[in-house]
Every structure is written in C-alpha cells, then in structure tokens.
C-alpha cells in the first residue's frame, strides 16, 4: 500500500503533465515566431517598393505628353501630287515617339494611335484636357519648289518657346538637313491650346532627299528619338534673353543646358517656300461657306500663307488640317 506522501508526489506529476500537455507544441511555437519575424519586415518591402522603382525610372508623375499626329484619314496632307503621304508619316513617327516617352515613364495621350481624321477643335479639347501636359504635334513640310528642304518648330505662346527650344535643338542637330528655325505662327492647335504646345516640321517630303531620308524607318526612328530628347530636356533650357533674330545653329554653353532659341515671327511674315495651298483638294467642300466666315483667320495647324488669303472666298474647311 502506498503512503500519503507518494500520493501527493504521484498527483503532482500528473497535474504537471497535464499543465504541459496545454502548451503548444516546439514546432508550432517555432513557426509562429517565424511567420512573426517576417510580418515586419514584408511590411518593409512593400513600403519601399514604389521608392526603388522611382529611383530607377525618372518620375513622371506630373506630366501626361499629348501626341498629335498631323493630319489622317481623308486628309492625306501635303500638295496635289505629293507622292509621300504626310499623314502616314506623322502617324508612324508619333507611335514611335509614344513608344520613347513610356519607356522614359512619361504618360502618354494620342490625339490618333490609327489613320482616321480628327478635327482640330477635338485635337485641341484633348490637350487642354491635361492642365499638367504638353503638347507636340508631328508633321512634315511641302512645297512647289523641290529645293526647298530643313527642320522648322513652331510655337505661340511665351510658355511653348522652352519646349519647341529643346526639341528643334535635338531634331535640327541630329537631321542631315538645313536649320531653318523655330518660329512663332498662330496656327490653330498653337493658340487654341492652353498648355505648352509645339508644331515641328520633320523636313519636306516633297523635297527628293528628305522624301527619300523619310521613308526609312530607321529614320523616322531617329526622329522620334529626337523629339522625345527634347521633351526630356525641356527643363534644362537656358535662361537666356531671346530676340527675333534669324535662327542661331551655336551649340549649347553647358552640357547639361539647351540654348533658348531665338526665333522668327511669322504671325505677319510668311516664308516663300511655304507660299502654296496644301488643302486645295478640299476646298469645294467649303464653298457653301458664307462670306464673312471666310474673312475670319484660318483655322489651321500647318502652313497657311499669302496665296491662300488671296483665295478668301475658297476657304479650306474649318476642321481641315493644311
């Protein structure tokens, strides 16, 4: 028979085995301080993820680039008899271009991303939706004389001179084609939109080198990379007094810096070569027009000129690109 006191002994290492029993098992105990030691530090990572990437790729956030490929659809741009449609030119040049900016991490809007026509009053509603942006319209020049050849950039507005400097300093510089300059005109999607806004010219298609130069992809790859190099450096302009003189082809004085270009106005000076109706071909579709709508200004974003004023009563329509 066994004495009280083994009793005691014997229902305390059972009430102990018990106790011992409730606890959680080593593994589990080592699991849950694992899944806890991680808690923190995903909490980390997730935290400075966005960090890592902005670091990585230049931030964006506060600009939304509006690309605007000239003309499209039935309005093949260019002169009667051009061989080289303008529109499908600017298109390419534009998706290229897109292409360039969101890599850079810029975001992109298209005015058109296909060959359809869009009249110049949506083009302009579309870019004065981003009070943030900028807008760059893509086109490429004609003329009646062959020779006629170069890079021009157009703006308006005293805010677009900065953007249209840096991108006719890439585009002239990086083109095997004649400077002809930035210059200031009151083309339509110029002084109708409210953000920085710049018309460049890609050269003449109906120049036979530059036509030729065009119709590389290569080349067109290489404007696009210019243009979105301006874009790029819009910021880094030099803060330098412009006067309306005749183009400067100097480089930079910084290599960090682009040189505000100095620039032709041509709100009432027209330029010889550019002295030709490009929309003639649509003109008959304006003739119902009445007389005092044809007296308003052109509503155009490209070239209008002296020839086609003297044609006042043969407008070209009013959402018809030139």
């Not at 083994?6 to 085995?17: K, R, W």
């Not at 910084?254 to 106005?265: E, K, R």
């Not at 052109?298 to 030139?322: H, Y």
Request: glycine residues 8%.
């Amino acid at each position: 028979m066994r004495s009280p006191s083994h009793i005691l002994i014997l229902s305390g290492f059972l009430s102990l085995a018990q106790w011992a029993s409730a606890l959680p098992q080593a593994g589990a105990i080592a699991a849950r301080e694992k899944s806890s030691s991680k808690t923190p530090h995903a909490v980390a990572v997730t935290r400075s993820a966005p960090a890592t990437s902005e670091q990585n790729t230049p931030v964006r956030s506060n600009t939304v680039v509006v690309i605007d490929a000239g003309h499209g659809g039935f309005d093949r741009g260019g002169i009667p008899g051009q061989r080289v449609p303008e529109s499908i030119m600017t298109l390419d040049v534009a998706l290229r271009l897109r292409t360039i900016l969101q890599a850079s991490g810029y975001r992109v809007v298209m005015t058109r991303s296909t060959d359809v026509f869009v009249p110049l009053g949506t083009r302009v509603a579309i870019a004065n939706a981003y009070r943030n942006g900028i807008f760059v319209c893509v086109h490429f020049n004609s003329a009646t004389r062959r020779g006629a050849n170069g890079i021009e950039t157009y703006f308006y507005s005293s805010q677009s001179l900065p953007l249209a400097s840096a991108i006719h300093y890439y585009v002239a510089g990086g083109a095997p084609s004649l400077n002809r300059g930035v210059r200031r005109r009151g083309y339509y999607v110029l002084r109708k939109t409210t953000i920085p806004s710049v018309l460049v010219e890609c050269g003449f298609l109906t120049n036979p080198s530059e036509a030729q130069s065009v119709q590389s992809s290569g080349y067109r790859q290489k404007l696009a990379e210019e243009i979105a190099r301006g874009v790029r450096a819009r910021g880094s302009v030099a803060n330098s007094r412009v006067t309306n003189a005749p183009a400067s082809e100097s480089l930079a004085t910084a290599a960090s810096d682009v040189p505000l270009q100095p620039f032709i106005d041509q709100t009432r000076v027209h330029d010889p070569d550019l002295s030709r109706k490009r929309s003639g071909k649509h003109g008959s579709k304006s003739r119902s027009a009445s007389a005092k709508s044809s007296k308003k200004k052109k509503n155009s974003d490209s070239d209008s000129t002296s020839s086609s004023r003297k044609k006042k009563k043969k407008p070209a329509p009013k959402d018809t690109e030139n």
